[in-house]
């Protein structure tokens, strides 16, 4: 590395679980149209053009599993421009510049630490399963972050991850890596992200006149603050679905403005090869990229989104309260198997989400002899509890509407986890959760009508049971 100036763009390519566990077929979004569903149009939008042109061999990047997935199934030739942009990568830099993400993007902060744990880990595993190699970095779900999170993943051997300037305290220059100091003794490395520059390209990106007046006139006068490497963080459908046609920005920066204006491109996993850790830094606990309210905008409502939010909590409550109650159920089954650890049991499941082992091959694999009627029981249990981590998605809270889809998906896995526990054991936790969710109110934008979280809740099993329950 000669040049004395480094630039990363990092991508966050995520979509939330769309559809829900009930139906498995084709998804229609009528707000999507001309596309049949969200991810159709941000595929055509985003990720075909952004792979077709190269710029995955360029960034630094995650692949959220729920997107991953989709398009595996339904847009193979973009999935497999996007594996091979890391294998390349790897071959040409010995490092590859993709990273894991916290599996089903939930809030790890707002997490219990056996959740912290899965959620790692099965974002490691995921990870595995697509790039075949180990990860080094992890992504964390809204960058949210508390000292806890950051042990998680030093204990399960993930080497950094990224935060956001404002996140942290201390004499910055530039994305570092720096060092932070660990609950727990030792110490986890951290890249800390340009906000300007981000918020910048995020939420100004069709105005610039282009990637090489940007560089020069943006980019450029940072300079005197932003240290050795720059750092720009942002949503990868910035490229393209936020900002129609602007994968072209990406390319041009990346292939020439940059460069011209005196930078080496580089990617996170390169420099953390090749650089050490300029410093120290302290975090600042239970805060997040995306809401300047620590984590209210998940927890407990706030001003990031319009009206009354206090919707949010109160349906956080409900998921809790259900949490317990289905964990409690699996722990005591679990108990009554002979070998069996509940939480490397449910760790392990993920083979089975992954298809690497077979549904009725995976009790075999983990050493319980369990048949009939009691191994069905603890398959649909510990299902249960994958489908009871995902109802906790940033997206189910992230928006303002309780009746939005994104939040309407999160209460169908939530409901979906009952209904796995109640045929596993006859143990029914619907009516308590949906007195729960009864608790969460807000008034729906288009009728103007009160809605509750029991209202989407009933919506949900009329339409999308169908009789099934
Ligand atoms: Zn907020």
């Known amino acids: 590395m000669v040049h004395a100036r480094f630039l990363c763009v990092h991508g966050h390519f995520y979509q939330p679980p769309r559809g829900n566990p009930f139906n498995k077929e084709t998804l229609v979004e009528p707000d999507a149209a001309p596309y049949q569903n969200w991810n159709e149009r941000i595929t055509a939008e985003c990720y075909e053009p952004n792979a077709r042109i190269g710029n995955f061999e360029r960034i630094s990047f995650n692949l959220g599993g729920t997107l991953a997935a989709w398009l595996e199934e339904h847009a193979q030739d973009t999935y497999a421009r996007i594996v091979q942009a890391d294998a390349g990568y790897r071959e040409q830099h010995g490092v590859g510049n993709a990273i894991a993400q916290g599996a089903q993007h939930g809030i790890l902060p707002l997490a219990r630490t056996d959740d912290k744990v899965t959620q790692v880990v099965w974002g490691k595993r995921a990870f595995e399963h697509r790039f075949g190699r180990a990860t080094q970095g992890m992504w964390l779900p809204e960058m949210a972050v508390d000292s806890e999170t950051l042990q998680v993943l030093a204990e399960q051997g993930i080497e950094w991850t990224v935060l956001s300037e404002s996140q942290v305290r201390g004499a910055l220059r530039g994305a570092g890596p720096y060092w932070v100091g660990l609950p727990g003794g030792g110490r986890f490395k951290v890249f800390l992200r340009d906000e300007r520059l981000s918020n910048d390209i995020a939420f ?266």
């Not at 046609?245 to 930078?263: D, I, M, N, R, V």
């Not at 109640?422 to 959760?433: I, P």
Request: net charge negative; charged share 25%.
């Open 204 to 469: 100004n990106l069709g105005h610039f006149g282009g990637a090489g007046h940007w560089a020069r006139e943006v980019l450029v006068p940072r300079r005197r603050d932003a240290g050795r490497l720059t750092l720009i963080a942002t949503d990868g459908e910035t490229f393209g679905h936020h900002w129609p046609g602007e994968e072209q920005f990406l390319h041009w920066l990346l292939t020439y403005e940059a460069l011209s204006a005196g930078y080496e491109v580089t990617t996170l996993a390169r420099y953390a090869q090749a650089v050490e850790p300029i410093g120290e830094i302290e975090l600042v606990e239970n805060t997040a990229w995306s809401c300047n309210h620590g984590l209210a905008r998940w927890a407990t409502g706030c001003a990031c989104t319009p009206g009354d939010s206090s919707w949010k909590g109160a349906l956080r409550r409900a998921l809790d309260n259900l949490r317990h109650e289905l964990d409690a159920v699996y722990r005591d089954f679990v108990a009554g198997v002979e070998g069996a650890d509940p939480l490397a049991l449910r760790n392990a499941y993920f083979e089975v989400v992954l298809g690497e082992i077979p549904r009725e091959k995976f009790l075999e694999t983990q050493g319980i002899t369990l048949k009939g009627k009691q191994a069905e029981a603890l398959l649909k249990l510990v299902a249960a509890q994958f489908y009871r981590q995902r109802m906790y998605a940033s997206c189910t809270f992230f928006f303002a509407e309780l009746t939005a889809l994104t939040t309407l998906y999160g209460i169908a896995n939530a409901a979906y986890a009952v209904k796995l526990t109640r045929e596993a054991t006859g143990v029914d936790s619907s009516v308590e959760f949906r007195r729960d969710l009864s608790i969460a109110t807000a008034r729906d934008e288009q009728s103007g009508k009160l809605v509750t979280g029991a209202d989407v809740y009933d919506d949900l099993l009329d339409g999308l049971y169908d009789g099934q329950a």
